[in-house]
DNA sequence: CGAAATATGTAGATCGGTCTATTAGGAGAC
DNA sequence: GTCTCCTAATAGACCGATCTACATATTTCG
């Protein structure tokens, strides 16, 4: 029964990162993890004894790794940095389109609910934003930069990246996206 | 009465001003507000007779025009734009460490949770930030830049700010402002 | 007095979490 | 092969707490 049980278990998951993305943690209630995830309650604390913030922290690792072999898999696919960071905004704004703005950052929302009241999600959501970082990171390190201009130039793609995301959610529209590419491809001829 | 009412009022809104930027829409109670504003019950629907949403959205307006009047002020106490960049995340950066991250962003989180969800408060966040990308780019006008270019740059810069306050409170670390200041000062040149 | 404001009480729903049964399916004995 | 057993997994009732919102006084002051 461990392939049906698994099965469950990533219903649940998938449910709730498609869930807390478009509302937050606190904005999702495990009723409609539960709904959506097409599983009885008792199996939600089977699987994940440690309850909404297992759930949770498990979501946003699965979410947090899919942007980490998103950027990875680009940068191997793509001539040059500039085309990496391009690929990545045009990606995230086709997807937010996509689902109407019902998707953006999918850890952003959770690290600012959280950042000052929930030790164990706040370190989940800092370590995946560090993870991206570094993939930014190495592929700038690639380009010829030293170590720490890479990590503060990836640290400012990162933000222009996240921040565009916040702005274009807020204002329903891509524009914000738009801009913060060329801005990027500023950043990066600098 | 009208003196001590307004008081009441406004004490509400201070209170959902504080707790809805630490912990976002859906993770602040009525009795937390009630509580922290020192008011009973009905008095919140006695002065914000639309509930929670109307209140929420009261809030965000104070704490926006806010921001909008710092931005404002400093344009016209800074001999230049870098240096009205710079002093804006500085004193971002040193209100969130301030508050043990409990401050950020006063919009974005609301912004993230309600962008798909409920329009009222969507359209609260979006012409927020639309009033301070305003802000920025008159400012860049001043400088001679065209409107468009204005528009574009005040844009990303917008974004870069947000992102860097995403990732500091996500991170519980200045460095990420600190890093952005840099790369604004970068996109200002350009 | 009359309106504004305050002060509670309470309704009805939903919250996260725990509990006890029941079902299902693979491992091992023979 | 097939029967038995044991555990993983499912199922859903139930708990106290909390949520937003409303209703009904009571108080306060022009």
Known sequence: MAVKGDETRARLIDAARTLVEARGY?????????????????SLYHHF??????????ALTASGQEI??????????????????ESILDALAD???????????????????????????QKVCADTYGGWQQALADRLVADGRTHDQAEDLACS??????????????????TPIDRARRSAVILLNA
């Open 26 to 42: 606190f904005g999702v209630g495990l009723n409609q993890v539960l709904e959506a995830g097409k599983a009885p309650r008792g």
């Open 49 to 58: 004894p440690g309850g909404k913030d297992q759930l949770t922290a498990e």
């Open 68 to 85: 980490d072999a998103l950027i990875r898999s680009l940068a191997d696919a793509v001539p040059d940095t500039r085309t990496l960071i």
């Open 95 to 121: 997807r937010m389109e996509g689902a109407e703005y019902a998707k953006g950052c999918p850890i952003a929302t959770v690290a600012l609910e959280v950042a000052a009241t929930n030790d164990s999600l």
């Open 157 to 174: 793609l990162l933000a222009l990246i996240e921040g565009a995301l916040v702005l274009a959610r807020a204002q329903r529209s891509r």
